[in-house]
């Protein structure tokens, strides 16, 4: 995992609106690392503000925690992206 602005990585994929046991779409579950020294709100907010634009939906954001060897905060955010219509 890198020190700098976040990390982004799939957490999982899930099969949704199973027609005769064949998936027709694929909600993916994204994890999102931010790590900033200070105003990580207002990159939190652009960063979900973003997500939306991209038709990103569901975004949650855990509690920041503050990593003292670094001096960063860290904020773990989760979000999902729909894929619809998979053959």
């Not at 990103?56 to 989760?78: K, L, Q, R, W």
Request: aromatic fraction near 12%; proline fraction near 3%; charged fraction near 25%.
């Amino acid at each position: 995992r890198s020190r700098g602005l976040g990390d982004v990585y799939k957490r999982q994929i899930n099969p949704r609106n199973n027609a005769d046991d064949e998936a027709s779409s694929y909600e993916i579950l994204f994890g999102i690392d931010i790590y900033s020294r200070s105003n990580y709100i207002a990159l939190m907010q652009r960063m979900i503000t973003q997500l939306e634009s991209a038709d990103f939906f569901g975004t949650s954001v855990d509690a920041e925690i503050y990593e003292p060897d670094t001096a960063y905060y860290h904020v773990p955010m989760e979000t999902k992206y729909l894929i619809e219509e998979v053959t």
